[in-house]
């Protein structure tokens, strides 16, 4: 088997839409890498830049450690399958996974023995003699996977392969599909939009957004440590908590001040050097556990909602802390719309002001104007281009085990793991504090 890596790898469509934009990675042999991203990311592109489907703008993919860009997509030898399976209707399912033998320079003796080795290796052997529009969703995509691999190919390209099957087909399909990669030692690139996707079946991650690549590695890694705000928001189930906070900084006393509650930390360590900093804190549900008394970093609201999922429940609390809005914030445009309220007010006169007319304060009430600071001097902002409605307060999702459930407008007390909590500036970089 080969490996397959690209090498800043970029392709500009003729409309000018930066599709790929300088990726770089090496899938090594055998390995099971993972294209994860948000619909438009590039993934599908990058696909058809390593099958040949399409010409680079610029870089290079290399097979094996050989550059193929001239080479044509037949002899890369690499087999794609696609989300809609293509079968040919008036084939049979044996037929069907035999084609690329007939079609291709092989002797037609020895193609039934080696469609019955891949049947049975996809489960299909049952369906030979079938037609296609007799199967499943689930049983089409095993034979297009058949079909794809009957040619021995040297790597597998799949493009979201699963992405038109049922909930439980897919969960059944994917720990088949995984397997049988794993089975072949065929070097697997697999494009998804879909996490529980990217985190069961993955050796490796490769986070992609807007053509560019922003973390690649192993499924733990990239979810745990993840590099950027994006990466963060993107991977958690249910989704991660982002909210807006400012560091305080004391000589060796750091506040994550949240505007209507603070975490203290045991000491500032890292942050030293970030006082007064606009941050987004991330808080996956797994970083917060529900506490009858608080001994430690502590978030506090009221039940707002509780999402009874049989064995859990996901209960939202108000905790009077504002959101980073996941379209509207530094998550899509870096840098651009959050004004740095942090130390000092903008100058009378200055565009912004109307931007902090409209801000929530920390645990706003009748008598507070809407421009109080906390104790720290910090107020978050929220984006007047972004809504005409009044600011919505977060909601923290809290994962609470059944049978006890709390009950909407009970007082609830949550723990914080200091080490899961996640910090970045306003660029979407991470801090890291420990
Ligand atoms: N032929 C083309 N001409 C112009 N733009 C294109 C072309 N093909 C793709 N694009 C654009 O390139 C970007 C990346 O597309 P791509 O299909 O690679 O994304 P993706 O991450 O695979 O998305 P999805 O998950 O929806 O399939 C998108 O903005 C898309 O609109």
New binding site residues.
Partial sequence: MVAIAVDRLT?V???G????DGVSFEAASGEFLV?L????????????LVAGLEQETSGHVLIDGRVVDEMSARDRKVAMVFQDYALYPHLTVAQNIGFPLRVGHHAVAGVDARVAKVAEHLGVTDLLHRLPGHLSGGQRQRVAMARAIVREPQAFLL??PLSNLDAGLRAELRTDVAALARRLAVTTLY?T?DQTEAMTMADRVAV?RR?VLQQIGPPAEVYGDPATLFVAAFLGTPRTNLLQGAIYVDGDRAVIDLGSQVLELPSAGALAGHHNDRVTVAVRADALRPVAEADGPALRGSVRLVENLGHEALVHLDTGIVPTPLADSQLEHPDTHLVDAVGEDPPPGHPFRQALARMMPHGRTESQPATARTEYGFYPVYDPESSDQPPVLSDVVVRVPAPVLPRRGDSMTVAVELDKLLLFDRSGARIRFS
Avoid at 41 to 48: E, F, P
């Fill in positions: 392709k469509f003729p409309d839409t930066v599709a790929v294209l991203g948000p619909t438009g990311c590039g993934k599908s592109t990058i696909l058809r493009d979201e494009v939009h992609l053509g």
